[in-house]
């Protein structure tokens, strides 16, 4: 019965929280929304028995993604006075969300240790995975039956990356604005600049 509420609390506030990343009009609101979704889906791994995937969620979305897109919206023109007026507005939902997400830890933590949801019983080829951690089943999968396509995968980020690179490399290119620091340094006085004593009224002609 824990195991049942957790999981629909969880999921529920996973599908809110993305409606109101969509929904939300403030671009800084958007991505504190996105990470509560973040930490949400983060809690469902964790209730049933996949720790490793949790913390890649948070780790990677929450501590980079997330967190880029929070400095992307930061450099964006947001009127914060508005912000500011509107917090004490603001107060009470805060610490609701700050409620549930307690009871939310309270509740994962208590699924968690009491063995975390049962999603039935593997049969056939996940029948070798059994008796393992998630992290050495995942490796097992990773590294041995899925190893052509994450091996495949990687050489095609290996391939964007480098196609990036050549695309942007510019040696032998004449580039505008490019200092040649050696004819600077060896420049003297007279040649750079001019003494112009114009007569009054008259136009300067170099």
């Known amino acids: 019965m824990l195991q049942?509420?957790?999981?629909?609390?969880?999921?529920?506030?996973?599908?809110?929280s993305a409606v109101f990343t969509i929904l939300a009009r403030n671009?800084?609101?958007?991505?504190l929304w996105l990470i509560l979704a973040f930490f949400n889906a983060a809690g469902l791994m964790v209730i049933i028995g996949a720790e490793f995937i949790a913390m890649?969620?948070?780790i990677v979305y929450v501590g980079a993604v997330a967190v880029l897109f929070l400095f992307v919206v930061m450099m964006l023109d947001i009127?914060?006075?508005?912000?500011?007026?509107?917090?004490?507005?603001?107060?009470?939902?805060?610490?609701?969300?700050?409620?549930?997400?307690?009871?939310?830890?309270?509740?994962?933590?208590?699924?968690?240790?009491?063995g975390g949801l049962?999603?039935?019983?593997?049969?056939?080829?996940?029948?070798?995975?059994?008796?393992?951690?998630?992290?050495?089943?995942?490796?097992?999968?990773?590294?041995?039956?899925y190893l052509f396509l994450f091996e495949s995968a990687?050489?095609?980020l290996l391939v964007a990356m480098v196609g990036a690179i050549v695309l942007t490399h510019r040696e032998g290119r004449a580039v505008r604005g490019h200092q040649n620091i050696g004819k600077q340094i060896a420049?003297?006085?007279?040649?750079?600049?001019?003494?112009?004593?114009?007569?009054?009224?008259?136009?300067?002609?170099?």
């Open 27 to 31: 671009p800084v609101h958007s991505v």
């Open 79 to 114: 009127d914060f006075a508005e912000l500011r007026a509107s917090f004490m507005k603001n107060f009470p939902l805060g610490i609701a969300i700050a409620a549930v997400l307690l009871a939310e830890l309270v509740l994962g933590i208590g699924v968690w240790q009491s």
């Open 187 to 206: 420049r003297r006085p007279g040649d750079a600049t001019v003494n112009v004593r114009p007569e009054i009224g008259q136009g300067v002609k170099l």
């Open 154 to 156: 990687g050489l095609i």
């Open 56 to 58: 890649l969620l948070v």
């Open 118 to 145: 049962q999603l039935g019983v593997a049969s056939g080829e996940a029948a070798p995975l059994l008796g393992r951690s998630n992290i050495e089943s995942i490796g097992a999968l990773l590294y041995g039956r």
């Open 4 to 16: 049942a509420i957790a999981f629909y609390l969880f999921a529920a506030l996973v599908l809110l």
